[in-house]
């Protein structure tokens, strides 16, 4: 902690200065009340620092931390502005997908897995296996492989068959989107 010493230093600098360095730091960030919690920051700062450092300018230290967060502060705000749109820029808000789907794509989407369903039943029940293991399951090839002792090559072969069939049942394989 801030030895009495250094605290009351502060303390009556604080006091003394506080109007002129509100003052400075609302120039520099354009606003009174921002500036009066940039200061109050300033001090808070300043406290934490003087037991493990050295300050022979107390004052000039003060400033320069309060000079620094206001700094950053332009500068955190000019990146949130790059990042940021205005609340009535609707366009831009309603380009955001949405985590839900509306009606619609939820009504697409059922189609879409029935359709899926009706073409995976018509597979042979083999090429049905290796899909699964591939796609839902994450197996490699060769891990198919050795596990329904098949050949590598066979693997490949049902499984470009079953994702041709599952393309061509339904309309994730046309690109008139």
């Known amino acids: 902690m801030v030895a009495d010493a250094d605290k009351k230093e502060l303390d009556e600098l604080f006091i003394d200065q506080r109007t002129v360095l509100v003052r400075?730091?609302?120039r520099v960030v354009g606003?009174?009340?921002?500036?009066?919690?940039?200061?109050?920051?300033?001090?808070?700062?300043?406290?934490?620092?003087?037991?493990?450092?050295?300050?022979?300018?107390?004052?000039?230290?003060?400033?320069?931390?309060?000079?620094?967060?206001?700094?950053?502060?332009?500068?955190?705000?000019?990146?949130?502005?790059r990042y940021e749109c205005p609340p009535d820029d609707?366009?831009?808000?309603?380009?955001?997908?949405?985590?839900?789907?509306g009606p619609e794509s939820h009504a697409l989407g059922q189609q879409q897995w029935q359709r899926l369903q009706q073409v995976l039943a018509r597979?042979?029940?083999?090429?049905q296996r290796i899909l699964l293991l591939h796609?839902?399951?994450?197996?490699?090839?060769?891990?198919?492989?050795?596990?329904?002792?098949?050949?590598?090559?066979?693997?490949e072969k049902d499984l470009r068959l079953a994702l041709a069939a599952c393309l061509k049942g339904t309309d994730w394989g046309r690109s008139d989107d």
């Open 24 to 26: 400075m730091l609302a």
């Open 135 to 155: 796609r839902l399951h994450g197996l490699t090839q060769g891990e198919i492989a050795k596990r329904l002792d098949v050949s590598l090559s066979t693997v």
């Open 123 to 127: 597979l042979p029940q083999r090429q």
């Open 90 to 101: 609707t366009a831009q808000v309603a380009a955001v997908p949405t985590p839900l789907p």
């Open 31 to 81: 606003c009174a009340s921002l500036a009066e919690d940039l200061a109050q920051e300033a001090y808070l700062k300043v406290a934490q620092a003087l037991p493990s450092r050295e300050v022979r300018h107390l004052r000039a230290f003060l400033y320069q931390t309060a000079q620094h967060l206001a700094f950053d502060h332009l500068r955190s705000q000019r990146s949130r502005r």
